[in-house]
Nanobody, 125 residues
Framework: VQLQAFGGGLVQAGDSLRLSCAGS????????MGWFRQAPGKEREFVAA????????YYADSVKGRFTISRDNAKNTVYLQMNSLKSEDTAVYYC???????????????????WGQGTEFTVSS
């Protein structure tokens, strides 16, 4: 599956933003999807994940209550709605996919074999 993320830009602290990740070349509904981010000078970290059947959703503690992950399998798209943005949310955001047949490892970056190119946004304070 090929993934492409959209929605980056420059926002103010406290603003909201929605990222989208479109999948192609595979049966999107059969993939568990995740969002990760990488801030300048830091390692890539887990943000949120949603299982193929919407039965499982996980968030990093740093975004819990502010970010919402969702998916529209009819549109082959996963979303990350981000509210109450903070300067520490500034990063390049990546979407990633793991086939359901390989199990459900929502937070394990090494378990995602498919990655999008990343979309960057900056939260200005």
């Amino acid at each position: 599956v090929q993934l492409q993320a959209f929605g980056g830009g420059l926002v103010q602290a406290g603003d909201s933003l929605r990222l989208s990740c479109a999948g192609s070349g595979g049966t999107f509904v059969t993939y568990n999807m995740g969002w990760f981010r990488q801030a300048p000078g830091k390692e890539r970290e887990f943000v949120a994940a949603i299982s193929w059947g919407n039965g499982g959703i996980y968030y990093a503690d740093s975004v819990k209550g502010r970010f919402t992950i969702s998916r529209d399998n009819a549109k082959n798209t996963v979303y990350l709605q981000m509210n109450s943005l903070k300067s520490e949310d500034t990063a390049v955001y990546y979407c990633a996919a793991q086939a359901r047949e390989r199990g459900w490892y929502p937070q394990h970056i090494t378990k995602y074999p498919y990655w999008g190119q990343g979309t960057e946004f900056t939260v200005s304070s």
